[in-house]
C-alpha cells in the first residue's frame, strides 16, 4: 500500500503489481484498517458494520437492563472499536474529527436507547466524547511507552492515572423520560417539543430537564449511602415515575 499526502494521486496504480506484490488502496495491520491517505473512514465503515451486528444481536438483552448497565456494556464491547481509530484522528483535520465524534455518538444512542435528538450537554454527563483529547493521551501514552522499549528500560508511568466520567446509576425508565422530553407536543400541535421548558412554561408541569435529573439522583440517592444498587435503582426508579407521571397524564388529556 502506497501511503500519499491526502490531495495527491498515487504513482502506482491500485490492482497493478510490483513484483509480483498487488498494490492495494487499504490494508489491515494490527486490528485496523488502514487506507493510502490515513483518513480512517475505512476503519469507521468496519466499526460501523461491526457496531450494528453486536446491538441487533444484544437487543433481547438490552431491552431488560439498566440504563447504566448499558452504558458500562457500551464502555466495554463498542468503545474499544474506536479506540483503534484514535491514532489516526491525533493530527488529522477537523472535519474527520468531527465525523468520528458524530459516529461514536451515534453508536452511544443507539446501544442504549436514547433519542437521536439527545443533547450533547445530557451525553457529556454520562460518558466522555472529546476525540482530540483521548486522541491525544492514547498518543502520549504510545510514545512513552516507545521510548521506554527504545531505552531498553522498564516501563515508568508518570504523571495521574486518567479519571474517567463515572457512570451515574441509572434505571432502565430514564432512557424513557429522556426521549419523551425529546418528542413533539401533541396539544401544541407537534409545533414544540416536550421539554422541560415546554412543560413548565405552557402547561405548568413542574419536571426536571434530563441534566438536572440526573444531578439531583445523585445527590438524593447517593451512592455513599451504602445502599445495596438494587434498592438504590428502585429509589431512583421511583422518583423518575414521579415525573413521568406528570406528562404522561398530560399527553393522555392532549390525545
Known sequence: MEVVPRHSKPLFPIESRIKDIPVVDSYRYLGVLFDNKLTG?????????????????LAPLLYKVSTDYKINLWKTL??????????????NNCTRVAKLERHLKFSFKKFVGLSITTEDKVLKKLIDFNVIKLAKEQEHC???????????????????????????????????YNNIQKS???????????????????????????????????????????????????????????????ILRHISLCI
Open 78 to 91: 463498542i468503545r474499544p472499536l474506536f479506540s483503534y481509530t484514535l491514532p489516526l484522528m491525533a493530527h
Open 142 to 176: 504510545a510514545l512513552n511507552k516507545w521510548r521506554q522499549r527504545l531505552l531498553r528500560a522498564p516501563l515508568i508511568e508518570k504523571g495521574e492515572k486518567k479519571k474517567e466520567v463515572c457512570t451515574p446509576l441509572l434505571p432502565k425508565v430514564f432512557t424513557r
Open 184 to 246: 413533539r407536543s401533541k396539544h401544541c400541535n407537534y409545533s414544540c417539543i416536550n421539554s422541560a421548558e415546554h412543560l413548565k412554561k405552557v402547561h405548568n408541569l413542574p419536571v426536571p430537564p434530563t441534566t438536572i435529573l440526573i444531578e439531583e439522583l445523585e445527590r438524593d440517592f447517593p451512592r455513599s449511602s451504602k445502599k445495596p444498587r438494587p434498592l438504590l435503582l428502585k429509589e431512583r426508579e421511583g422518583r423518575i415515575y414521579c415525573y413521568l407521571s406528570l
Open 41 to 57: 473512514d475505512k476503519q469507521i465503515e468496519f466499526v460501523n458494520r461491526k457496531i450494528h451486528f453486536l446491538t441487533s444481536r
